[in-house]
């Protein structure tokens, strides 16, 4: 059964726990369709065993929710089928040619070979890489290789994508370029889960919630945040919240 | 079914890729073939014999011709003194020598005892334990046939005839052939079925194939399709050199060979899969193979060291490595040439074995994914 809502993501009471350590500690929120949620938080926070959770990787030890209208405790294959998920650090095989990594992952999301082969003709055009189709994706840029990485995560038109840190190590140039694709998926209805280090990109996002250690210690859009926190951008709110948290360990 | 495909063809692509690790993969067995056949041989063949002993005493010239005449054997010098011994082994001019009593002939013809020194170069073992025996056994032939001429008529005498079933020419090839299979098909069915998942999990591609919807069980069995493959084409290999270069015989039934390997492989990429799940690196899981498993496979499996001269405790400990199961039912099947029936408790332990290392390579592999 699928519940068909206006939440892409819904989670109540989410706890994860390995062994004593409660990596994720009763976690609840929504990300509403079409919206572009950043999810932010210190190493260790929390951050990717719940992302793990969403994307059907892993179980969680407590709590309810549904990923894209299915259930995390149950219907995790289904979740697998409608979202998309890229990583900076690992998202194309290099040993394979730009077109081998399209076609593998055109097949592993069960795509007709008619269909992969309008995707590959109509992503490298839209890349401008119709040259490099038969160069090894290790050979490319950075920058090309995280945005044929993002056309591959979409490209069975999942309802979410989850990045994870998409835009580590790249110029500001290139990221810059990256966000109009996310804007660009975003505008076309797909809802965007993204996790990052930067700040800046943090006020890209609709609405951002920041976790430390295992809980969301702020949720809402970068500017009431800003407001509530007093703070001028999104790096002090971070190391204001992160900080407090900080405090309260040595207490 | 479409995804399974999918991902088949990109395992297959990632190993046909890698230029270096399949010529490896596919000289291996003809260098160890070639390693194990002429290299280590622990035949007798073309051994130098130094001799002491007087020359105009007509028993030891009738030993000597003996010897010389033997096709393995040949005679390459006579030393004056048996104290040059030593010297001979240590310029390695003679790989044994034998030493006549004094008055040997004298000796012999009255009260049939006489002394005869046979004396092997211990620094190889093996081989001088092989060149001393087969010298005896000439020695005792002349005998036999001193004890006829002597008395003129024959005595009761038994005189035990030694002959080795499957294998009368003791060829060495005889074992290690099969040692060899074990060998190759674990190596390539567990090493390198593990480094390759391993290698995933270190450059996290891994978790990039288990957020698809592929199911996780799928993508491991995609990722030990090529192997099974690669696996198929070095047993064919070995069999191939081992009946044609080697001239070992397939005595039994080639199919019931191909579903003992087909049985050990399973076993062998269960086992792979088991050490991937637990291994956090490639490195930790080359170790595991190297020292967990192929040093055992090549001491305990039979292939060196015979396992029933083994002290019992290490002999249990060689019930658990699968290719000594392996080995042990082609040794059947091909060189004794047995059907099902004598080489069933053997394919039943193998069975055994690779159903239980399925069961827990999966579930340890579907706990490590919660």
Redesign the interface.
Known sequence: MRIMGNNAVEIKGLTKKFGNFTAVDNISFEVRKGEIFGFLGANGAGKTTAMRILCGLSRPTSGEGTVAGYDINTRQEEIKRHIGYMSQKFSLYPDLTVRENIRLFGGIYGLRDREIEEKTDALLGLLEMRRERDKFAGALPLGWKQKLAFSIAMIHDPELVFLDEPTGGVDPETRRRFWEMIYEASESGTTVFVTTHYMDEAEYCDRVSVMTDGKIAALGSPEDLKASYGAADMDEVFRTIVGRAGKEDRK | M??F???V??EF??IF??KRTILITMAMPVVQIILFGFAVSTEVNDVRVAFCGDMSDPAVRSVVDRIDNNGYLRIVRRLSDPGEITGVFRRDEADAAVCFGRNFGGNLAPSGHAQIRIIGDGSDPNTARMITGYIKGVIQDEQGDAEVSFTGERKAVMSPVVQLMYNPAMKSSYNFVPGVMGLILMLICTMMTAVSIVREKE???L?????????PLWIMLSKMMPYLFLSAVNFTTILLLAHYVMKVPVNGSLFLLCVAALDFVVTSLALGLLISVISPNQKTALLICGMGLTMPTMIFSGIIFPCESMPRVLQWFSDIIPAKWFIIIVKKIMIQGTGLASAAREMLILTGMAALLLAVSIKSFRTR??
């Not at chain 2, 978790?207 to 199911?215: A, F, G, I, Q």
Request: net charge positive; no cysteine.
């Open positions: 479409k995804e495909a999918a991902s063809v990109k692509r990632h890729r890698d450059t996290g591609t978790e990039l194939l288990l957020v698809s919807p592929v199911r994914l919660q």
